[in-house]
């Protein structure tokens, strides 16, 4: 017993001054390290700062020049001269810039291109392109050059393309016969929607260079200034300057506006992103510090830590080792080792559970949660805390309870159920489609004692199959109506002009009474092929900027007098919205649509409610009714031709609705209850 005392005691005393000795260092020298990285991030950022001032000053002048000409264009108060003085008049403030110029689209100024070719600032073309430089204390005038070239005319290439401020790569470009190397700050001149020119203001990169070369972080440190696409902007190095990162990852880095660190022949670097104005292409800020400034103070405790350690532990070891020498159990290591070998497979498997997107539940054999993983989480909407030891039932729609008990039946024997499909229910109450796999949990000697299941989300996959029938059907029916619809609807118009001729004559009192109902049915005939022709409909949209609410307030009448027929009531609703771009016909088939379905499911005395609001960048068209509900079991087939639930019905006005909101780049979504139902058609500004 002493001497097994004695090795337990050895043991825990060396394991626990090695592991003392080892955190200590460790930490010591990671809390050295985190304050000089700490050190090195601010300055980054704080000369980051500095430089994103310096080109928002340029984007802020040049956004303003852009809004200038748009206002000047659409006021028809524009001419050459005025938007040359203003060029100039900017160029004399901010003696940084290198220039100043605009190029406008073929006589999309003032439409006088013709008179102005090959003159003094233009071109052959004649379009307006002043390229307004200061040479020699005078303002000098070329016309731009290489426009239109892909590389040398990126400066108006890009922002006419992608219709948004841009930051342009350094480039070379000629100015009084002499290449200067420089960067563009350009910003698109819009106008009604459409694109007319760009303006812009030139930075030369000498100015820049000559403020980052003069940064030292850390005193020995270094900073660069690197474009969106890797090219150094400003460098210690002027010979590197319009040269790539060598760093794939920090291209990559730089690329898409995110923070980087790295650690290169002993330097630690960081590239911190510089978002100017409101382009999509960041630059970057990289600050370099040799790593021996950085660490020199978490070396040396480290050091000291390690110093110490290995003395101690020397010391220990060599009297544990003449005590364990003479005591050690074999038998005793071996079984350790296979402890540690297991408690290491079971952390690896827990880390694989808990990471995994599929929801993994352990529940007992009566159905109650004892396990609950990220992905199960993810998918229920339940936290950990809120699921365990309740009853799986929790998470199953009242229709599904029988099928898991089925399920839950066979687990003592042992079968286990893979890649079933089922609905399950979110916290929310959203029901969902889920695969599911559930196995039988057996302990140490083999009896099962609960059961694990394993689900997967497919709710996005159904959707998606459920919507590409939906357009297949939608197809097929363009087809049919584009096909027939023509051929079926002159007959009829003849067959109804007969008998009408036929109940105008004397003699065709015996048939007044059935007269008035074959005309009757043609109309309703005739309604129907209309809804198909509506449906495969494909004129182009004609769209124009209008408000919804107007649309309302003009077919309101017609919609009223429906309602009043039936001993029903209409109200509105309007708050104020922003204009769309709309069809008027079509939309006012959605309403009329959406009010007839909800006036036909109500009773007397019903009321709809039709109303408009404005949310999350969202234009939204709400119709109201007081009816019975949809039935949920047809709710994710809405939309769909040829389902109805009236018996008259044709099941084709729902279908137009839907093909005239995607038109419309706008969706609709039906909520219902058996209070009544809402439709909702929203509009994406």
């Not at 070239?149 to 930051?167: A, C, F, Q, V």
């Not at 827990?350 to 529940?363: F, L, P, Q, R």
Request: proline share 4%; hydrophobic share 40%.
């Amino acid at each position: 017993m002493r001497t097994k005392f004695l090795a337990s005691m050895g043991l825990v005393v060396l394991l626990s001054f090695s592991l003392v000795i080892f955190i200590l260092s460790i930490k010591s020298f990671d809390l050295a390290k985190t304050s000089a990285y700490q050190i090195a991030e601010e300055t980054a950022n704080k000369n980051g700062n500095y430089v994103r001032a310096e080109l928002e000053v340029s984007m802020d002048t040049v956004r303003t020049l852009s809004y200038t000409f748009q206002e000047m264009k659409l006021s028809h108060d524009i001419n050459r001269e005025t938007i040359n003085k203003i060029l100039i008049d900017v160029l004399k403030d901010n003696p940084q810039f290198v220039a100043t110029w605009t190029l406008w689209e073929p006589n999309a100024l003032d439409g006088k291109d013709a008179e102005f070719i090959n003159k003094p600032g233009y071109d052959k073309t004649g379009r307006f392109i002043p390229y307004w430089s200061k040479q020699n204390g005078e303002f000098q005038l070329e016309p731009l050059v290489n426009y239109d070239t892909r590389g040398t005319g990126d400066y108006y290439l890009i922002p006419k393309e992608s219709k948004r401020e841009t930051i342009i790569e350094p480039y070379v470009y000629p100015i009084a016969g002499k290449d200067v190397l420089m960067a563009s700050a350009v910003v698109p001149i819009i106008v009604d929607g459409n694109f007319v020119g760009v303006v812009g203001i030139d930075i030369a990169l000498d100015t820049i260079q000559k403020v980052i070369s003069e940064m030292r972080p850390l005193e020995t440190g270094y900073v660069s200034l690197i474009s969106n696409k890797g090219k150094y902007v400003a460098h210690k190095d002027i010979f590197q300057i319009g040269k790539v990162v060598e760093d794939n990852r920090a291209k990559e880095a730089i690329n898409s506006g995110e923070s980087y660190t790295t650690t290169n022949k002993g330097v630690y670097e960081i590239y911190v992103p510089i978002n100017i104005g409101r382009t999509t292409t960041p630059w970057s800020m990289e600050v370099g510090v040799p790593l021996g400034i950085i660490l020199e103070k978490a070396d040396s405790i480290r050091d000291f830590a390690i110093i110490i350690g290995v003395i101690g532990l020397i010391i220990i070891g060599l009297t544990i080792y003449l005590v364990a020498n003479t005591i050690t159990n074999q038998h005793l290591l071996l079984e350790m080792n296979e402890r540690r070998r297991i408690e290491e497979k079971a952390l690896r498997l827990a880390s694989i559970v808990e990471t995994t997107d599929d929801g993994i539940i352990g529940m007992t054999l009566n159905g109650i949660i004892i396990d609950w993983n990220r992905g199960a989480e993810y998918i229920y909407g339940y936290s950990e805390v809120e699921v365990i030891g309740e009853s799986i039932i929790k998470l199953i729609p009242d229709e599904k309870r029988l099928e898991h008990d089925e399920i839950l039946s066979k687990i003592p024997q042992g079968m286990p159920m893979t890649h079933y499909e089922t609905i399950r229910q979110r916290k929310d109450g959203q029901y969902i489609h889920v695969y599911l796999t559930v196995s039988p949990i057996k302990d140490h000697s083999g009896e099962i004692i609960g059961a694990s299941t394993i689900v997967r989300d497919v709710t996005a996959q159904r959707k998606l199959e459920k919507e590409m029938i939906r357009m297949d059907q939608m197809t097929l029916v363009a087809e049919m109506a584009a096909s027939i619809g023509h051929e079926v609807r002159n007959p009829m118009t003849t067959v109804r002009g007969f008998l009408q001729l036929l109940g105008e004559r004397k003699n065709s009192a015996k048939y007044s009474d059935y007269i008035p109902l074959m005309i009757s049915e043609l109309d309703r005939a005739n309604d129907i092929i209309t809804e198909f022709l509506s449906i495969s409909r494909t004129k182009t949209t004609e769209l124009a900027r209008q408000n919804l609410n107007d649309i309302i307030k003009c077919i309101l009448p017609l919609v009223q007098v429906e309602a009043t027929n039936d001993e029903k009531s209409i109200n509105l609703e309007l708050n104020r919205i922003p204009d769309l771009l709309l069809d008027h016909k079509e939309i006012r088939q959605v309403i009329l649509n959406l009010a007839r379905n909800g006036l036909e499911s109500m009773g007397k005395g019903g009321c709809i409610v039709i109303k408009t609001s404005f949310a999350d960048n969202e234009v939204i068209l709400a119709v109201i009714d007081e009816g019975e509900g949809i039935n949920p079991e047809i709710m994710d087939r809405l939309g769909t031709p040829f389902l109805t639930t009236k018996e008259k019905g044709t099941g084709l006005g729902l279908a137009v609705c839907f093909g005239i909101a995607a038109r419309h780049n706008a969706k609709v979504i039906a909520e219902t209850s058996p209070q009544g139902s809402t439709f909702f058609m929203k509009f994406k500004l």
